[in-house]
């Protein structure tokens, strides 16, 4: 089983929409949880941090749930710029390093 | 957050040969981490570059294939060695820029690698 799973879509949407994505992860140790996003070529950059209570930031709204261990991200009224991949981290309990989900690609459509 | 520069951004390369990819920072850190995104695939950790000791290597990578240098706080190597064309890939530096525990990372535009 990986470690942190994603559904790789692709999610095909209209502009307005609200689309929600989830990852499972394995390690019920693991202490911080992000989503990154990834345009087509480039490089991921931090999206948002995901707190047990969960956090918005504009249409965007992160939930945990450890108690199933998976985590959700929400973006409401999509834009075409939304048009992108969305990764989930995952830190791995009793190391620095990430591990990184493989991906949900997202197409806002006009 | 920090500014990093990687480089080359592509080489197309020989098998057998090797490459060697630059990442500077611009500001000192304590860890560099490098990772490989294979084509359509997610990112997967090489090795965490420290500086003043050896790197350290994630199951399934090994020093003699990805020999890594950090001879001071803001650059490192990677090189990846006697290429094949399973080693065409996007490789990335990153380091981290939260504070705390709250190890966010910041990546590097990456390293498009081809081998023929």
């Known amino acids: 089983r990986k470690e942190v799973e994603q559904d790789p879509g692709p999610f095909n949407v209209p502009e307005g929409a609200t689309v929600a994505f989830n990852c499972t992860y394995s390690n019920s140790a693991s202490q911080s949880f992000f989503w990154y996003?990834?345009?087509?070529?480039?490089?991921?950059?931090?999206?948002?941090?995901?707190?047990?209570s969960g956090n918005e930031d504009g249409r965007f709204t992160a939930q945990l749930n450890r108690a199933s261990q998976y985590i959700s991200?929400?973006?409401?009224?999509?834009k075409l710029s939304d048009s992108a991949t969305y990764l989930c981290v995952v830190?791995?309990?009793?190391?620095?390093?990430?591990?990184?989900?493989?991906?949900?690609?997202?197409?806002?459509?006009? | 957050?920090?500014?990093?520069?990687?480089?080359?951004?592509?080489?197309?390369?020989?098998?057998?040969?090797?490459?060697?990819?630059?990442?500077?920072?611009?500001?000192q850190v304590t860890m560099m981490f490098w990772y490989r995104?294979?084509?359509?695939?997610?990112?997967?950790?090489?090795?965490?570059?420290?500086?003043?000791?050896?790197?350290?290597?994630?199951?399934?990578?090994?020093?003699?294939?990805?020999?890594?240098s950090r001879p001071n706080l803001t650059f490192s190597t990677l090189t990846v060695s006697n290429?094949?064309?399973?080693d065409s890939s996007i490789y990335l530096c990153s380091v981290e820029?939260?504070?705390?525990?709250?190890?966010?990372?910041?990546?590097?535009?990456?390293?498009?690698?081809?081998v023929l």
């Open chain 2, 97 to 114: 820029t939260g504070s705390g525990g709250a190890n966010v990372l910041t990546f590097g535009a990456g390293s498009r690698l081809t």
């Open chain 1, 73 to 78: 991200l929400l973006i409401r009224d999509s």
């Open chain 2, 83 to 86: 290429m094949s064309p399973e």
């Open chain 2, 37 to 68: 995104q294979q084509p359509g695939q997610s990112l997967t950790l090489i090795a965490t570059a420290n500086q003043g000791s050896e790197a350290t290597y994630e199951s399934g990578f090994v020093i003699d294939k990805f020999p890594i």
């Open chain 1, 37 to 52: 996003r990834q345009d087509c070529r480039k490089e991921p950059k931090l999206l948002m941090s995901v707190y047990s």
């Open chain 1, 91 to 110: 830190n791995s309990a009793g190391r620095r390093a990430l591990t990184f989900g493989s991906g949900t690609r997202l197409q806002v459509q006009p």
């Open chain 2, 1 to 27: 957050s920090a500014v990093i520069s990687q480089k080359p951004s592509r080489d197309i390369c020989q098998r057998g040969t090797s490459l060697t990819i630059q990442c500077q920072v611009d500001s």
